[in-house]
């Protein structure tokens, strides 16, 4: 699954991280790369300890609970705070795999999504495709500042090497109470019928019988 959601972060919220990006203390990405990562990694990333970070998070990881596409397609139990990173010209990330686990404070999540969530203008540079390998081949994505694409963290990915301008993102992991990714398709799928029903017709008995199926389905699959 690879699904994009544009327009999550408002203008206003987009402005106001960009904004404060400009100024940003970032570091080596080096140092949050797993095992074999970091032999591929070239780019750099917003200070983890940063008081910034944690008022950045505050309106992106927000704007992704608010989201009714993004929770319809990833069922977030966790969403782990976003790195902010930034790629000038020259630097990309070769392909790899995320972690599993990732450890936070007072928890331990198991990352069934990844998400990148687009900050940088797309006409404000080249290069700094996200190509994610899937068994039907490679896909390139590169959205508009604001929108994000959320994918499974099971995927083999890349970031492109950036030949001008510069590309900025937040990155982010989910953990679902729907482990499986085509459980997680079945439930959009029922969801997205059961709202157009809604918005059509209101409530009826077709209505209420897909709400029935929804319900005892998501009963049935969650993990809490």
């Known amino acids: 699954m690879i699904f994009c959601?544009?327009?999550?972060?408002?203008?206003?919220?987009?402005?106001?991280?960009?904004?404060?990006?400009?100024?940003?203390?970032?570091?080596?990405?080096?140092?949050?790369a797993g095992v074999g990562a970091s032999s591929v990694k070239n780019n750099l990333q917003l200070k983890a300890d940063s008081p910034l970070v944690q008022q950045l998070n505050k309106v992106v990881i927000q704007s992704l609970w608010r989201a009714q596409p993004f929770q319809m397609a990833a069922r977030p139990k966790i969403i782990r705070p976003a790195i902010f990173s930034k790629y000038e010209p020259g630097m990309?990330?070769?392909?790899?795999?995320?972690?599993?686990?990732?450890a936070g404070e007072n928890y331990m999540m198991r990352?069934?999504?990844?998400?990148?969530?687009?900050?940088?203008?797309?006409?404000?540079?080249?290069?700094?495709?996200?190509?994610?390998?899937?068994?039907?081949?490679?896909?390139?994505?590169?959205?508009?500042?604001?929108?994000?694409?959320?994918?499974?963290?099971?995927?083999?990915?890349?970031?492109?090497?950036?030949?001008?301008?510069?590309?900025?993102?937040?990155?982010?992991?989910?953990?679902?109470?729907?482990?499986?990714?085509?459980?997680?398709?079945?439930?959009?799928?029922?969801?997205?019928a059961r709202q157009s029903i809604f918005e059509k017709h209101g409530k009826t008995p077709e209505f209420d019988s897909l709400c029935k199926t929804f319900t005892n389905l998501l009963r049935l699959w969650a993990e809490v």
């Open 111 to 192: 990352t069934d999504l990844s998400v990148t969530v687009f900050l940088s203008p797309a006409s404000s540079y080249t290069g700094g495709e996200l190509v994610i390998e899937s068994p039907h081949g490679e896909q390139a994505v590169k959205l508009d500042g604001g929108a994000l694409v959320v994918y499974l963290s099971t995927s083999l990915h890349r970031v492109e090497m950036v030949t001008q301008g510069v590309r900025l993102a937040a990155v982010t992991w989910v953990e679902s109470p729907i482990r499986d990714a085509h459980q997680r398709e079945i439930l959009l799928d029922l969801d997205t």
């Open 5 to 32: 959601i544009g327009d999550v972060l408002t203008p206003e919220e987009l402005n106001w991280v960009n904004s404060q990006l400009l100024n940003g203390e970032f570091v080596d990405g080096k140092i949050t």
């Open 92 to 102: 990309k990330y070769g392909t790899h795999i995320d972690n599993a686990l990732m």
